[in-house]
Protein backbone atom coordinates (compact mmCIF):
# COMPACT_ATOMS: atom_id res chain seq x y z
CA UNK A 1 0.00 0.00 0.00
CA UNK A 2 1.63 3.14 -1.04
CA UNK A 3 1.90 6.11 1.45
CA UNK A 4 -1.22 8.30 -0.11
CA UNK A 5 -3.86 5.76 0.19
CA UNK A 6 -3.10 5.47 3.94
CA UNK A 7 -4.15 8.69 4.54
CA UNK A 8 -7.69 9.29 5.62
CA UNK A 9 -9.90 12.03 4.26
CA UNK A 10 -10.62 13.55 7.25
CA UNK A 11 -8.55 14.01 10.84
CA UNK A 12 -12.09 14.34 12.56
CA UNK A 13 -14.55 11.92 14.66
CA UNK A 14 -17.51 10.86 12.58
CA UNK A 15 -19.78 12.49 15.20
CA UNK A 16 -18.24 15.54 15.11
CA UNK A 17 -18.77 15.41 10.87
CA UNK A 18 -22.31 14.97 11.58
CA UNK A 19 -22.78 17.76 14.03
CA UNK A 20 -21.23 20.10 11.86
CA UNK A 21 -23.20 18.96 9.16
CA UNK A 22 -26.34 19.04 10.90
CA UNK A 23 -26.33 22.09 12.40
CA UNK A 24 -23.92 24.13 10.05
CA UNK A 25 -25.96 23.10 6.42
CA UNK A 26 -29.21 25.00 7.49
CA UNK A 27 -26.91 28.07 7.70
CA UNK A 28 -25.65 27.44 4.28
CA UNK A 29 -28.78 27.07 2.86
CA UNK A 30 -30.07 30.58 4.25
CA UNK A 31 -26.71 32.17 3.22
CA UNK A 32 -26.83 31.24 -0.33
CA UNK A 33 -30.72 32.03 -0.55
CA UNK A 34 -29.63 35.74 1.05
CA UNK A 35 -26.89 35.72 -1.85
CA UNK A 36 -29.85 35.59 -4.19
CA UNK A 37 -32.59 37.51 -2.34
CA UNK A 38 -30.31 40.42 -1.66
CA UNK A 39 -29.19 40.50 -5.90
CA UNK A 40 -32.94 40.79 -6.34
CA UNK A 41 -33.40 43.52 -3.23
CA UNK A 42 -30.11 45.61 -4.34
CA UNK A 43 -31.79 45.96 -8.08
CA UNK A 44 -35.36 47.01 -7.12
CA UNK A 45 -34.47 49.42 -4.27
CA UNK A 46 -36.10 52.83 -4.94
CA UNK A 47 -36.62 56.08 -2.91
CA UNK A 48 -34.29 57.64 0.13
CA UNK A 49 -31.02 56.85 0.32
CA UNK A 50 -30.71 55.00 -2.66
CA UNK A 51 -27.13 54.98 -3.61
CA UNK A 52 -26.05 54.24 0.08
CA UNK A 53 -29.14 51.33 0.03
CA UNK A 54 -28.00 50.06 -3.55
CA UNK A 55 -24.28 49.90 -2.75
CA UNK A 56 -24.61 48.36 0.97
CA UNK A 57 -26.90 45.81 -0.60
CA UNK A 58 -23.80 44.54 -2.58
CA UNK A 59 -21.80 44.30 0.30
CA UNK A 60 -24.78 42.32 2.21
CA UNK A 61 -24.50 39.47 -0.35
CA UNK A 62 -20.77 39.55 -0.94
CA UNK A 63 -19.91 38.89 2.77
CA UNK A 64 -23.24 36.30 2.77
CA UNK A 65 -21.56 34.42 0.10
CA UNK A 66 -18.40 34.66 2.04
CA UNK A 67 -19.87 33.19 5.02
CA UNK A 68 -21.97 30.58 3.33
CA UNK A 69 -18.47 29.56 1.89
CA UNK A 70 -16.78 29.33 5.30
CA UNK A 71 -19.45 27.22 6.69
CA UNK A 72 -20.08 24.76 3.78
CA UNK A 73 -16.20 24.28 3.95
CA UNK A 74 -16.04 23.90 7.30
CA UNK A 75 -18.37 20.34 6.69
CA UNK A 76 -16.38 19.38 3.60
CA UNK A 77 -13.47 19.57 5.77
CA UNK A 78 -14.91 17.78 7.97
CA UNK A 79 -15.40 14.59 5.26
CA UNK A 80 -19.28 15.52 4.91
CA UNK A 81 -20.92 16.46 1.48
CA UNK A 82 -23.05 19.58 1.60
CA UNK A 83 -26.17 19.56 -0.96
CA UNK A 84 -26.22 23.42 -1.77
CA UNK A 85 -27.78 23.21 -4.99
CA UNK A 86 -30.38 25.77 -5.89
CA UNK A 87 -33.26 23.17 -5.99
CA UNK A 88 -32.47 22.32 -2.43
CA UNK A 89 -32.02 25.55 -1.26
CA UNK A 90 -34.96 26.73 -2.82
CA UNK A 91 -36.55 24.29 -0.64
CA UNK A 92 -34.94 24.52 2.74
CA UNK A 93 -34.34 27.97 3.15
CA UNK A 94 -36.90 30.20 4.95
CA UNK A 95 -39.18 32.08 2.44
CA UNK A 96 -37.96 35.61 1.51
CA UNK A 97 -39.69 38.63 2.72
CA UNK A 98 -38.01 40.92 -0.57
CA UNK A 99 -40.58 41.81 -3.11
CA UNK A 100 -40.66 41.00 -6.58
CA UNK A 101 -41.14 44.07 -8.25
CA UNK A 102 -39.44 47.81 -7.46
CA UNK A 103 -39.76 48.80 -3.35
CA UNK A 104 -39.13 51.93 -1.39
CA UNK A 105 -36.09 51.75 0.68
CA UNK A 106 -37.56 50.70 3.74
CA UNK A 107 -39.53 48.28 3.25
CA UNK A 108 -36.89 46.43 1.35
CA UNK A 109 -34.64 47.49 4.18
CA UNK A 110 -36.78 46.07 6.63
CA UNK A 111 -37.29 43.14 4.25
CA UNK A 112 -33.64 42.22 4.03
CA UNK A 113 -33.42 42.60 8.25
CA UNK A 114 -36.36 39.99 8.23
CA UNK A 115 -34.52 38.07 6.32
CA UNK A 116 -31.42 37.63 7.80
CA UNK A 117 -33.16 37.81 11.36
CA UNK A 118 -34.48 33.71 10.04
CA UNK A 119 -31.15 32.90 9.12
CA UNK A 120 -29.89 34.53 12.90
CA UNK A 121 -32.38 31.56 14.43
CA UNK A 122 -30.43 28.96 12.72
CA UNK A 123 -26.74 30.43 13.28
CA UNK A 124 -27.80 30.90 17.30
CA UNK A 125 -29.38 27.33 17.27
CA UNK A 126 -25.58 25.90 15.49
CA UNK A 127 -23.91 27.62 18.34
CA UNK A 128 -25.50 26.33 20.72
CA UNK A 129 -26.09 22.66 19.86
CA UNK A 130 -22.64 22.73 18.54
CA UNK A 131 -21.36 24.02 22.05
CA UNK A 132 -20.66 19.73 23.65
CA UNK A 133 -19.97 18.94 20.11
CA UNK A 134 -17.45 20.82 18.24
CA UNK A 135 -16.05 23.37 19.47
CA UNK A 136 -13.97 24.46 16.08
CA UNK A 137 -17.25 24.24 13.69
CA UNK A 138 -19.03 26.15 16.71
CA UNK A 139 -16.04 29.24 16.08
CA UNK A 140 -17.13 28.92 12.59
CA UNK A 141 -20.91 30.13 13.34
CA UNK A 142 -19.78 32.48 16.18
CA UNK A 143 -17.56 34.67 13.11
CA UNK A 144 -20.68 34.11 10.78
CA UNK A 145 -22.78 35.54 13.96
CA UNK A 146 -21.02 38.02 14.51
CA UNK A 147 -20.80 39.34 10.97
CA UNK A 148 -24.02 39.01 9.63
CA UNK A 149 -25.06 40.91 12.80
CA UNK A 150 -22.86 43.70 12.26
CA UNK A 151 -24.23 43.85 8.55
CA UNK A 152 -27.98 43.78 10.06
CA UNK A 153 -26.97 46.60 11.90
CA UNK A 154 -25.40 48.90 8.76
CA UNK A 155 -29.57 48.27 7.58
CA UNK A 156 -31.37 48.79 10.99
CA UNK A 157 -29.39 51.99 11.12
CA UNK A 158 -31.43 53.36 7.89
CA UNK A 159 -34.71 52.73 9.54
CA UNK A 160 -34.13 53.18 12.89
CA UNK A 161 -35.78 56.25 14.69
FE1 LIG B 1 -24.96 45.86 -9.00
Known amino acids: MSKAETIPTTASDP ?3 AGAAQ ?9 QALTINGKQAHWHV ?5 VGV ?12 DFADTAAERIV ?10 ETVAKKASATAVPAGFTKSDDLVRAV ?18 DE ?4 SQDVAIEIMRGLE ?7 SHVAA
Open 113 to 130: IADIDAILVDIKAAIDGL
Open 133 to 136: IDLT
Open 46 to 50: RGANF
Open 15 to 17: TVA
Open 77 to 86: ALGLPIDARL
Open 54 to 65: HELLDTIVAHAG
Open 150 to 156: KDRWFLV
Open 23 to 31: FLTPVVHGL
